[in-house]
């Protein structure tokens, strides 16, 4: 948690942004996050410019001193993609919370996507809006045969990547914690990325700084040669870029492992996700397939005749584990979340996919560089 002085500057460095965009009328606001340590003091700048119908925190990542913090003052729901799946329960349950509101959206990893069409042509008020923080949900909004409304999204912003780069770091850092508790290291395990976008960069850079020899796999050829240029190998094909690999990091947010591609690991392999399960892993297909046995916290083995690996906590992301902490550059984020969601309140907006104007992304950078220049 944060000490009084410093959640005193994150205050004003949030009121100080919020400041900047004037809004006549405060909207209500659905609040999907991720609920870890420094997250009520971002939950309570959502609270000064909009009315906080509900946060809905990501399961796998509940600080239980966060859920003491905001739970007298806001509520709070579960989250579950399943039910966020059927756009008719999505429908109710906004409904419930705030029924003929003017309701802006701000998700993790596109969570409305599914449901946001019947949202905007059944609710009974209006969504003004959805603000989207991964690539993963910009991904799941822009492939909408139609957006029905418009999606602020901070994904791709300049902005975001100071944390792409630090949770790559973060992700190294806890991959490296889980095989040392099993008495092993990194060192000789060369490794598979698979994913060469700003996390999975961060991480070839992060391994190879470790000394840690690096094969690169993404469907997009660019990237692969992206990653050569960097001095990293590339693999043509997911198997070639498996066969041997004792250490393989997913960072493609959209499903790196599938069924068939398990096969292809390799013996004694562990596997970190930088994301949740449901997204990167399809780990439920292995069930009946693979023995499945816990053999230290946080590490699963999964055996069947011949084969065996080790999936590192239960192929959720692992930098969670360990806080995931990025230091304040997480507030340029959530900073600009805040100014698209007083962009939404404020403005009429089009249909369609929007970004952060550049002169407002300058302005949060200036205004957290006089806040934390030197104490980040």
């Known amino acids: 948690m944060l000490e009084d002085f410093e959640r005193g500057r994150v205050t004003a460095f949030f009121r100080r942004v919020a400041d900047t965009i004037p809004i006549p009328d405060r909207p209500a606001s659905l609040v999907i996050t991720h609920l870890l340590a420094e997250r009520p003091a971002f939950l309570h700048a959502v609270a000064r410019i909009s009315n906080v119908a509900?946060?809905?925190p990501k399961p796998r990542s509940i600080n239980e001193g966060a859920l003491r913090e905001i739970s007298p003052t806001m509520q709070v729901d579960a989250l579950d993609r399943r039910t966020f799946a059927d756009p008719d329960q999505v429908l109710a349950y906004v409904e419930s919370r705030a029924a003929g509101k003017r309701l802006a959206l701000l998700?993790?990893?596109g969570y409305f996507a599914p449901a946001l069409e019947h949202l905007?042509?059944?609710?009974?008020g209006q969504i003004i809006g959805v603000v989207e923080d991964t690539e993963n949900g910009h991904q799941r909004y822009a492939e909408l045969d139609k957006v029905p409304c418009p999606v602020y999204s901070v994904a791709r912003s300049p902005l975001k990547d100071p944390e792409d780069y630090l949770v790559g770091q973060s992700v190294v850092f806890s991959t490296e914690a889980l095989v040392r508790s099993r008495d092993d290291i990194l060192n000789g395990r060369p490794a598979c990325v698979i994913g060469y976008g700003k996390l999975g960069r961060s991480i070839a850079a992060m391994l190879h700084a470790k000394h840690v020899g690096v094969t690169v796999y993404d469907v997009d050829p660019v990237r692969r040669v992206q990653a050569l240029s960097m001095g990293f190998r590339t693999a043509a094909t997911l198997a070639e870029a498996l066969a041997g690999a004792g250490i393989v990091v997913c960072a493609t947010g959209n499903f790196a492992l599938r069924e068939d591609d398990f096969a292809h690991?390799?013996?004694?392999?562990y596997i970190a996700s930088v994301t949740s399960s449901d997204d990167e892993l399809e780990l439920s297909a292995?069930?009946?397939?693979?023995?499945r046995t816990v053999v230290e916290p946080h590490v699963t083995r999964y055996t069947r005749t011949g084969h065996y690996f080790y999936v590192l906590a239960d192929g959720n992301a692992v930098n969670f584990l360990h806080g995931a902490s990025v230091g304040n550059f997480i507030l340029l984020v959530q900073a600009e979340i805040l100014a698209a969601l007083a962009l939404l309140a404020s403005r009429d907006h089009d249909p369609g996919m929007w970004e952060v104007p550049s002169d407002v992304r300058?302005?949060?950078a200036a205004i957290?560089?006089?806040h934390f220049d030197g104490v980040s």
């Open 54 to 56: 509900a946060v809905l």
């Open 107 to 109: 998700d993790v990893g």
């Open 120 to 124: 905007c042509a059944r609710f009974s």
């Open 265 to 269: 690991v390799a013996n004694g392999a």
């Open 286 to 291: 292995l069930t009946g397939l693979y023995a």
């Open 362 to 364: 300058q302005s949060v």
């Open 368 to 370: 957290w560089l006089r």
